[in-house]
C-alpha cells in the first residue's frame, strides 16, 4: 500500500535545516494496524503527515498504491486525502460552530455527495460510533471522549484506506482512552483499514500489530512493542 | 453545507461580523448622506439658478462685445429738450444693448440649434431701457461756449454762467434704467419666462407679435408701482403693460425687469435679426460638456456656459455648504471608506489567522484551497452586505434627520443681464456695475438617488470582497501541515 523509500522532510528551523525525518524507509501493507512511537519533536507527526498527503518530502518518495505523491498537485493531494485518508487529531479538531452531524458531514463535502445522501451516511457514521443522538449537539456540549467519537465519525464517514490518528487519547482520561482505542480497533477489524496511530501511550501501542519507533528523524521498527 | 457553515461562522462569531459590518455600515451611511446632502445643495443651486437663467436651461449662450463697441452712450442734440426760459428741460428715452455684450446672428443661432444634442433653444435679446430726465443750462446764455476759459485780453474773467437747474448754470439729471429682455410670444419651455407666474393680467400672446405690450417683472413692478395696464415708456415708445410676472420658483424675480416682444426689441434697438442669449436645453445632463464644446467648435467666439458653470455663481452660505459638502463631505466619505475597508480586511484577516486550525483541518479532510477560499469570501461578501444594508438604513435615516431639520441656506446670485454672470461681457464686464444681484434663501432639502442605493450595495461587496480577497489569499497560502503543526 504505501512504500516510502529515502524520504527525508527539512525545515528551516532558528538554528538552520532540521531533518524531521532523515532517510525513512518503510513498506506499510494493506489492513495493518500500526503504532509509532517517539520522544516529543522525534518526527512522529511529520511522518504522519507525510503518510496523510499533508505534505511532501523535501526528497525521496513516498507511493500510495503506486502512486507516487511528491509528483501531485495540491489540489490532487487534496481530493486524494479527501477520498483516502481519515484524520483523528488530538485536540480533535471539530469546527465548534457546526453540529456534531455537521462536522461529520464536512468531509463529504469534498466528495461532491448530494445533501440527503450526506446528511444519511453523516447520521450512519455517528451511529457507529455510538453518537447518534448527539447529532444536533455542538462540541461544546460534547465531552472530550463524544468530541473524539465525533472526529473518528468524520474520518470513517468517507470510508477511506487509511485511518491515521495523531496522538487520538492524548487528551482524554485513562477511561476514555480505553474506550476510544477499543473503538479505533473495533473499526479496524470491522472495516478493514489500514490504521496508523501515532502516540505516546505503550498500551494503545501493544494493542498493534506493528511497532515503529521515530528518533530524531530516524525510523527503526520493534518486533515487540 | 456552503450557506450551513457561512450562517453558523456569522451568527456564532458575532462579535466579529458586527464590528465589520459595523464599520462598512457607518462608512455606507456616510456615503448615502454626503450623496444626499450633495444632491439637495446641487437641487437647491438649480432652484436660484432657475428662477435666474429659466428653468429647463442646461446651456446658456451670450457673445462678447468687439472691442471698439464701447459702453453705453447717451447723446443730447442741440435740439433735444424745451426751452422755458434759462432752463431746458430735457427727456430722453433710449433702449440700446446692454454694453460689452455682443449680437448672437440667425445663422450663428441656426449653427447652434443643429448641434447634436440640441433638444431646443430659445434666443432672447437683453436690453438696457435707459430714460434721462433732466434741466440743463441753456447754451446761448453760456458766454464761455466755444471761446476762452481764461481771462479776455483785457484781463476780465468771463461772466459767470447763468440759468439751468440751480440758476447757476448747474443741470440737474434723472436717469432711470431698467433691463428689457426682448422675448417670443409663444409659449415657453425654456428661457425667462418659462419659470413665471401671471400675478396679474395675462401672458404674452401670438396676437402680441410687433405690438407694444410689455409684462413686468412683479419685483420690478411692486417697487415701482406698476400695474397691469399702465403705460411704460420703453425706448421712447408707450407700452401697454399686459401681466405682472413672478418668478415660481425661489428666485426672489424673474432675470430681467420687463419683457417685450423678441421683434420689437430688436426693431427699438436697431438690432433686427439679432440676439443676445441663447437658452439650450441638452438631451441628457452627461453630454452638457459636449455640447458646449461642439458649440464653441462650430460657431467661435460664443461663450457657452453650462448649468455646472452656473452653479459657480452661486454665492452665500449655500455656495459654503457646497464646497463643504463636496470637498471635505467627498473626502471624509472616502477616508471613512478607506477605513471601514482597511478594518474589515484586518478583522477577516485576523478572523482566519484565528481559524488556522479549522482550516487546517478542513484542507486535511480533503477541502480544496478554492472552497476554503469560497467560504472566506463568501462570509466576507455577506458582513459587508449586511454592513452596505444597515449603512443605507443608517444613510436614510441620517436622510431623514437632515429633513427634518431641514437647514436653511441663502444664496446670492449674480443677476446676469446678460444672461451669465462672471462671464466675458457678462456682469463680470470692465466698467459694470455688479450690484445687482438677487439673494434666496432656500431650504435644503437632500434627496436620495435610487442609484445611490446601488453604488452603496457595490460599495458594500466591493469591502467585502477586499477583505474575503485578503483573508481568502491567507487561507489559500495556508498549508494544512503547517496549520496543524502550529497547534499540535
Redesign the interface.
Same mark, same amino acid.
Given at each position: 500500500m504505501y512504500f516510502l523509500s529515502e524520504v527525508t522532510k527539512t525545515y528551516k528551523g532558528k538554528r538552520g535545516l532540521v531533518n524531521a525525518v532523515d532517510g525513512i524507509n518503510l513498506e506499510i501493507k494493506q489492513g495493518e494496524m500500526i503504532s509509532i512511537q517517539g520522544p516529543t519533536g522525534g518526527g512522529k507527526s511529520t511522518l504522519l503527515q507525510l503518510l496523510g498527503a499533508l505534505d511532501k518530502p523535501t526528497s525521496g518518495s513516498v507511493v500510495f498504491e503506486d502512486q507516487a505523491m511528491q509528483g501531485m498537485s495540491d489540489r490532487d493531494l487534496a481530493d486524494f486525502r479527501s477520498k483516502k485518508i481519515g484524520f483523528v487529531f488530538q485536540s480533535f479538531n471539530l469546527i465548534p460552530t457546526l453540529t456534531a452531524l455537521e462536522n461529520v458531514e464536512m468531509a463529504l463535502v469534498p466528495l461532491g455527495i448530494e445533501r440527503g445522501e450526506r446528511a444519511r451516511c453523516a447520521l450512519e457514521a455517528l451511529e457507529s460510533v455510538g453518537l447518534g443522538d448527539r447529532a444536533t449537539h455542538l462540541p461544546s456540549e460534547l465531552s472530550g471522549g463524544q468530541q473524539q467519537r465525533v472526529a473518528i465519525a468524520r474520518a470513517i464517514v468517507k470510508e477511506p484506506s487509511v485511518l491515521l490518528a495523531d496522538e487520538p487519547t492524548g487528551n482524554l482520561d485513562e477511561a476514555t482512552r480505553d474506550e476510544i482505542v477499543g473503538l479505533l480497533v473495533k473499526l479496524w477489524k470491522d472495516k478493514g483499514i489500514t490504521l496508523i496511530v501515532v502516540t505516546h501511550d505503550s498500551q494503545i501501542a501493544k494493542k498493534t500489530q506493528r511497532h515503529l519507533n521515530i528518533k530524531d528523524g530516524k525510523l527503526t521498527e520493534n518486533s515487540a512493542a | 453545507?456552503f450557506f *450551513?457553515?457561512l450562517g $453558523?461562522?456569522l *451568527? /456564532? $462569531?458575532k462579535r466579529q461580523s458586527a464590528l465589520v459590518a459595523t464599520g462598512l455600515a457607518i462608512a455606507i451611511a456616510l456615503v448615502v448622506v454626503v450623496n444626499a446632502v450633495s444632491g439637495g445643495i446641487k437641487s437647491a443651486q438649480t432652484q436660484a439658478l432657475s428662477g435666474l437663467y429659466g428653468i429647463g436651461t442646461d446651456i446658456s449662450v451670450s457673445k462678447e462685445a468687439e472691442p471698439g463697441q464701447g459702453g453705453p452712450r447717451f447723446d443730447v442734440g442741440s435740439a433735444d429738450g424745451k426751452t422755458s426760459g434759462t432752463k431746458r428741460t430735457f427727456s430722453k428715452s433710449q433702449l440700446r444693448s446692454e454694453p460689452f455684450i455682443g449680437t448672437i446672428t440667425e445663422t450663428e443661432l441656426a449653427k447652434v440649434k443643429s448641434v447634436a444634442g440640441v433638444t431646443a433653444s430659445i434666443a432672447t435679446l437683453k436690453l438696457n431701457s435707459i430714460t434721462f430726465n433732466g434741466t440743463l443750462p441753456t447754451f446761448s446764455q453760456d458766454g464761455s461756449r466755444g471761446g476762452p476759459v481764461g481771462p479776455d485780453q483785457d484781463g476780465n474773467m468771463p461772466a459767470p454762467p447763468t440759468g439751468g437747474s440751480d440758476g447757476a448754470g448747474g443741470s440737474s439729471f434723472d436717469v432711470t434704467t431698467f433691463t428689457v429682455e426682448g422675448v417670443g410670444v409663444s409659449l415657453q419651455k425654456i428661457g425667462p419666462l418659462a419659470s413665471v407666474d401671471v400675478e396679474s393680467g395675462r401672458n404674452f400672446a401670438a396676437a402680441d407679435e410687433g405690438t407694444y405690450v410689455a409684462l413686468v417683472d412683479s419685483s420690478y413692478a411692486s417697487t415701482n408701482s406698476v400695474l397691469a395696464g399702465d403705460k411704460l415708456t420703453i425706448g421712447g415708445k408707450k407700452f401697454t403693460v399686459v401681466g405682472i410676472v413672478a418668478s415660481n420658483s425661489t428666485a426672489a424675480s424673474t432675470p430681467s425687469n420687463v419683457y417685450i416682444p423678441i421683434d420689437v426689441a430688436q426693431a427699438l434697438s436697431s438690432n433686427s435679426g439679432v440676439y443676445s442669449n441663447v437658452y439650450v436645453s441638452a438631451d441628457s445632463s452627461a453630454n452638457l460638456e459636449t455640447i458646449k464644446a461642439a458649440i464653441e467648435k462650430k460657431v467661435p467666439g460664443l461663450t457657452v456656459k453650462t448649468s455646472s458653470d452656473l452653479a459657480s455663481t452661486v454665492g452665500g452660505s449655500l455656495a459654503t455648504a457646497s464646497s463643504l459638502v463636496n470637498d471635505m463631505g467627498g473626502w471624509l466619505s472616502i477616508i471613512v471608506l478607506l477605513a471601514a475597508f482597511g478594518t474589515s480586511i484586518l478583522f477577516t484577516t485576523s478572523g482566519v489567522n484565528r481559524r488556522i486550525?479549522?482550516f487546517?483541518?478542513? /484542507?486535511?479532510?480533503?477541502? $480544496?484551497?478554492r472552497?476554503v477560499v469560497g467560504q472566506v469570501v463568501g462570509e466576507s461578501l455577506v458582513n459587508g452586505l449586511i454592513g452596505g444594508v444597515a449603512g443605507i438604513g443608517l444613510g436614510l435615516a441620517g436622510v431623514w434627520a437632515v429633513n427634518n431639520w431641514a437647514p436653511s441656506l441663502s444664496a446670492t446670485v449674480a443677476r446676469a443681464t446678460n444672461g451669465f454672470a462672471g462671464g466675458p461681457g457678462g456682469f463680470g464686464g470692465p466698467g459694470r456695475d455688479n450690484a445687482a444681484a438677487a439673494a434666496l434663501n432656500l431650504t435644503l432639502h437632500a434627496s436620495i438617488d435610487p442609484a445611490m442605493i446601488f453604488v452603496a450595495i457595490g460599495f458594500s461587496v466591493l469591502g467585502g470582497l477586499l477583505a474575503g480577497a485578503f483573508g481568502g489569499l491567507r487561507a489559500a497560502r495556508l498549508?494544512?501541515?503547517v496549520a496543524? $503543526?502550529s497547534?499540535?
Open positions: - | 453545507m *450551513t457553515y $453558523r461562522e *451568527t /456564532k $462569531r486550525r479549522e487546517g483541518t478542513l /484542507k486535511a479532510i480533503g477541502w $480544496r484551497s472552497r498549508s494544512p501541515s496543524l $503543526r497547534f499540535e
